[in-house]
């Protein structure tokens, strides 16, 4: 390849990788992770000027970021106090993100990323690849699911937010007392509600985990602003 094509090739890596880094810190932030408005908004220069190699390729292991729950979200994650447990803590922690740079994705590269994300207190992870997971990766993730949340993103699904889509209605997590109480008021089972899948791509991008519900806010000409709720499972 002659510099030309090699510099077209850089290029091209740049913007992808910065569109996806940019995605994932929307994503992070939206869940309430406390970021810098300056992170997330990052230009394509600045970009350049920060995570790129002299060559213009884009230095991937730059690229990993943490971030901690903001109040807001450790109110949201906090189980309702009980009798026995008058003070309980919330479910989440901090997070991890790394884009991985090995072209080589397999078995023991998951393994590894689970093991500094649990030796370091993270309560979650999430794997940026250029290629899916294999199914014998899949079950690898799943043997570490009860020491930490481990998530895989691919980079081409994270070069345009799907949330930002016209067509996509805004999601909002309840807390565990706003869950209680929309069953209360409407008398039912959490069973009886509507349901979103786990792998839904907003699902997925929130981060929900199984029984949390979501508000789903759509707006309509004749109706206005309305909300309809669904359960993760």
């Given at each position: 390849m002659?510099d ?5 090739a850089?290029s091209?890596?740049?913007v ?14 939206d ?5 810098a ?5 990052i ?25 901690r ?50 030796e ?7 794997m ?40 996509v ?10 869950k209680?109480?929309?069953l ?50």
């Amino acid at each position: 390849m002659d510099d030309s094509h090699a510099s077209d090739a850089n290029s091209k890596e740049v913007v992808k990788l910065w569109r996806a880094w940019r995605t994932v810190h929307e994503m992070v932030a939206d869940r309430e992770y406390e970021l810098a408005e300056e992170e997330v908004k990052i230009s394509l220069e600045r970009f350049r000027d920060e995570y790129c190699m002299p060559d213009g390729s884009v230095n991937r292991a730059k690229l990993s970021f943490s971030a901690r729950p903001s109040d807001s979200m450790l109110r949201k994650h906090t189980p309702p106090a009980t009798a026995n447990n008058p003070d309980p803590t919330p479910d989440c922690g901090p997070i991890w993100v790394e884009f991985l740079s090995d072209p080589k994705f397999g078995v023991n590269i998951i393994r590894n990323f689970a093991k500094y994300v649990i030796e370091n207190n993270y309560q979650t992870g999430i794997m940026v690849t250029n290629q899916a997971l294999s199914p014998t990766a899949r079950k690898t993730l799943g043997q570490v699911e009860g020491l930490a949340k481990i998530e895989c993103f691919l980079e081409e699904d994270l070069l345009v937010n799907i949330t930002h889509h016209e067509l996509v209605p805004r999601h909002v997590l309840l807390s565990r007392d706003e869950k209680i109480a929309l069953l209360k008021r409407y008398r039912l089972k959490e069973t009886q509600l509507p349901r979103i899948l786990q792998k839904d791509p907003v699902a997925r991008y929130l981060g929900l985990k199984r029984g949390q519900v979501v508000k789903i806010i759509r707006t309509s000409e004749t109706a206005g602003r309305y909300a309809s709720y669904r359960l993760c499972v």
